[in-house]
């Protein structure tokens, strides 16, 4: 009920991750990360409240407000010369249950923005649950013109099988082999991920 009420009321907020060229320290895009502002618990992390709305139904809802919100930020940026794209999290339920391109298709277009201007990720998850749903709206949203990137990438099963087919621009190596890697991190397991999808033409993010 207070998930509604802040989905309703202004109780969210979003807050913009920058991704870095390594090479040159340029920003080449952001990540939209959604925290609820709770009146008694404070901010709260997206990984409390999520999964609630996944199993409530408001996932949807609260996609959509993510999505509106992120692009009334980027229209704002791109009208001042900032043209970087925007990152967007999507749950499984987004890709099986709504017609999430024609939401996004809507959205970019009632801000005057092109599908460069936004990226949609998916976890390895989705791919794991329904890879074959996945894979047809990855497909669908790539043919829009919007690119798509997988998320937490090295902590699932189908990845590797399903990666080459996959209609994603880029990978994101999952935190947990990067949160340490200038102290006691796998190099070897991280320079392999980067080697395998530069080879795919991809781009990789950490």
């Not at 952001?30 to 502002?37: K, M, N």
């Not at 900032?82 to 939401?103: C, F, W």
């Not at 894979?135 to 590797?160: H, K």
């Not at 999952?174 to 991280?190: I, K, N, Q, W």
């Amino acid at each position: 009920t207070a998930l509604r009420e802040a989905l309703d009321r202004g109780g969210l907020e979003l807050h913009y991750q920058p991704k870095v060229q390594l090479s040159d320290g340029t920003v080449v895009g952001v990540e939209a990360l959604v925290r609820w502002r709770h009146p008694e618990r404070g901010l709260v992390p997206p990984d409390e409240f999520v999964p609630l709305a996944e199993r409530t139904g408001l996932v949807h809802k609260l996609t959509a407000w993510v999505l509106r919100a992120a692009l009334d930020q980027v229209a704002d940026w791109w009208a001042q010369g900032i043209e970087v794209p925007v990152a967007v999290n999507v749950s499984m339920r987004d890709l099986q249950d709504t017609d999430l391109a024609g939401l996004v298709v809507a959205e970019l277009d009632a801000h005057g923005l092109p599908p460069e201007a936004l990226v949609l990720e998916v976890t390895e998850r989705v791919l794991v649950q329904d890879p074959g749903r996945a894979v047809g709206m990855l497909r669908e949203l790539a043919e829009l013109g919007v690119s798509s990137s997988l998320d937490d990438f090295g902590t699932g099963y189908s990845s590797l099988l399903l990666l080459e087919k996959l209609p994603v621009a880029e990978i994101k190596i999952d935190r947990s082999f990067v949160r340490a890697l200038d102290e006691d991190g796998d190099f070897s397991m991280v320079r392999s991920i980067v080697g395998f999808a530069h080879g795919l033409g991809l781009s990789v993010v950490a």
